[in-house]
């Protein structure tokens, strides 16, 4: 199994910087919010009312009439990625056996806003209440990977993993270790999520879990900083090629980074808070690393989970600052959702896509609108804040925790 070396051929993005990998790298790169106001629902009766929306999203532009009838927005939003990332990764279907190719994708809730729109339009028609024959297809989680794998023709592994806000990660790690086994040649993996709708907004503010900071919502994500409110509602998706190194490099593929460490672990603590010391975060921080076969002092940069929340933010830190304590370096981070904003469960491909393109471009993305820190935050942790910083990135790590105590960490490095 561990002679099996797994790499990143091929992105896709949709994201609140960008409907395409380039145009969101090139906005991360630059530190832009893609907060703003909430135009999808009048959002006046909600203490937050304002979303990391997407930007003149059209899903005519990839995908096919019965594709869009069929399916909600957060399966519209991973077909839209996954056929990005299939372009990307040049891969000749006509060449490959379609039982190699598989597809694991992530989602914290899926078709919440196909939930929130039948029930409102039964509700209301006492006459002839009734539901749409789509609205179980349109609802269940797992239609993002079937509806990907039907669009491809994939017939390998196919399902849907969910671990809250750490769901598009474990897919990840799930799609990397079904490779090292040799039960697939290549994956479809990564996440979507549509959340920005009232429910989702409503149940999150009852919680007091987001910000409402708004009358400066581009600058209401903002990581470690000590008046940080909570998170920013987010939504898009992004997938990845998760390819077997010696498939890739015979038919002359792109190599974006090569996945190296992947691990899982849970905090077993509370419904929604992370362990107050990082425990479960650590454990699969050191686990992840241990399979990369790298110590702290070889980790370029760390993606963080960081979400603007005054507990979260914290005890991630504290992890941070145990894995690191006997390292020579300081760990070199950043929190990207202070851009992008929480994309629930697909944060973790967001985030790990981010740090592919870190690792490849050398170019680490900035922490915004932090503009001081918190004095809790260990001083010996290096924070890119404000703009990029451009290095010599040959290791990154992506981590991710989810409500449940769900807890994924990918390590990624140059091949």
């Not at 993305?365 to 010996?380: F, G, M, Q, R």
């Amino acid at each position: 199994m561990n002679d099996i070396r797994v790499v990143v051929t091929g992105l896709g993005a949709l994201t609140p910087l960008g409907n395409d990998t380039k145009t969101t790298w090139k906005n991360a790169v630059d530190g832009k919010s893609g907060s703003a106001p909430i135009t999808k629902f009048d959002p006046e009766k909600f203490p937050t009312k304002f979303a990391c929306e997407l930007k003149d999203f059209d899903a005519k532009s990839r995908l096919d009439r019965n594709e869009i009838k069929r399916s909600d927005l957060f399966t519209q939003y991973g077909l839209y990625a996954a056929a990005e990332a299939m372009e990307d990764s040049g891969l000749d279907l006509d060449r490959e056996s379609p039982f190699d190719i598989g597809v694991i994708w992530g989602t914290g809730q899926g078709g919440m806003g196909t939930f929130e729109d039948e029930m409102k339009n039964y509700s209301k028609n006492d006459y002839n209440p009734r539901f749409s024959p789509f609205f179980v297809p349109r609802l269940i989680p797992n239609m993002a990977s079937g509806m990907i794998s039907m669009k491809f023709g994939l017939m390998g592994i196919n399902y849907t993993t969910i671990s809250a806000c750490a769901s598009s990660n474990t897919a990840i790690i799930d799609a990397f270790n079904y490779i090292k086994l040799g039960k697939a040649k290549a994956f479809v993996t990564g996440g979507s999520e549509a959340p920005i709708t009232e429910a989702t907004i409503g149940g999150f503010t009852a919680m007091k879990a987001m910000s409402t900071r708004n009358d400066s919502p581009e600058t209401a994500s903002r990581p470690f900083d000590p008046s940080r409110d909570g998170f920013v509602m987010g939504e898009g998706a992004c997938a990845l090629i998760l390819e077997e190194y010696e498939h890739a490099k015979a038919r002359g593929a792109k190599i974006y980074a090569e996945v190296v460490g992947g691990a899982m672990t849970a905090d077993a603590y509370h419904l929604t808070a992370t362990h107050p010391e990082g425990l479960g975060a650590l454990r699969g921080m050191r686990l992840a690393m241990e399979e990369a076969k790298l110590s702290p002092d070889d980790l370029s940069y760390i993606n963080t989970h960081s979400t603007s929340t005054p507990v979260g933010d914290i005890s991630e830190m504290k992890a941070v600052a145990k894995l690191y304590e006997k390292a020579d370096t300081k760990p070199v981070i950043s929190a990207t959702k202070s851009m992008t904003g929480h994309l629930l469960g697909a944060a973790g491909a967001m985030e790990a896509l981010l740090s592919v393109l870190a690792v490849e471009n050398n170019v680490i993305p900035p922490t915004i609108n932090t503009e001081t820190v918190d004095s809790e935050i260990p001083k010996e942790i290096d924070i890119v804040l404000g703009e990029a910083r451009e290095a010599t990135v040959n290791s990154a790590m992506s981590s991710n925790f989810g409500f449940g105590g769900h807890n994924a960490i990918t390590v990624f490095k140059k091949v």
